[in-house]
């Protein structure tokens, strides 16, 4: 019997429609449009306006449009998983908010949460339920909304993040297509660079908390940028090394968007030229666990079965890692 790997059969994506550019944010910040593109390289970013809307509000709407690409009914879906740092409320899950918007009632669900890395970490996840046998069609959705944990008085923060999110659909494959391989990691000694203080047990939201701010992204830039470079694009390589791959046989790197120099850096510790690398930072932002199926959504017409792929990712926790898959589908036939 052929092994079973789990294959992305569809995405879908979103990202709001307000643009918030770095001429807005100068006159929020002692900052300008050049000190941002400089060091982070983002130009704009989405925000998600609206009373009451969440982060499932965005994953709602990749994935209502994954299941119309993919003429998919929601009784067939049996499993979703949505990574976020930003779930709607601390219960009910995230996941199951989206399973009832959508109307999937057959699947069991739930978030996880590894800083940026939450997407990778829930798709090398539901990878083992498909490889098993016991899942035939898993959502797994990466959305965030970054501007609700942002402080637009902190220089040092808010010109990096932005909203969205994106869905990719798992499915069983015998083709040797899909997920080859993974290497995840953690350092949880990296948790005192990057964090929201409060909103947690440990610090439950008070007037206090409030009045400190303390609800909003705390980060120390020179260590995490230090670590991402660092373990991004040695996991990236080791990935490639691996496996035999070679600038020439690999088609696409998928980086986690944080950084623009983070981005460039791994692309030249795999010796991969700027064209074999996907980035759309410059527009959308670090949007968390949103970054990587924005990324396969935008550049879907471009992706051709067979093509070799390698995800990467960087996050609080420290989290990071690597995954190494083959697309599953030509991408230019998709409606």
Known sequence: M??????ITGIGGYVPEYILTNEEISHMVDTTDEWIMTRIGIKERRI???????TSEMGTKAVLQLLKKTNTSPDDIDMLICGTVTPDMQFPATANIICDKVGIKNAFGYDINAGCSSFLYA???ATKFIESGSHKKIIVVGADKMSSITDYTDRATCPIFGDGGGAVMLEPSTEGLGMIDSMMQVDGSGRKHLYQTAGGSCYPASAATVASRQHFIYQEGQA???AAVSNMADTAAAMMEKHNLTPETLAWLVPHQANMRIIEATAKRMDLPKEKVMINIERYGNTTSATLPLCLWEWEKQLKKGDNLILATFGAGFTWGAAYLKWAYDGSKVE
């Open 123 to 125: 798709l090398v996840t």
């Open 2 to 7: 052929a092994k079973i790997t789990a294959a």
């Open 224 to 226: 995490v940028f230090k």
């Open 48 to 54: 998600l306006k609206g009373e009451g809307n969440g």
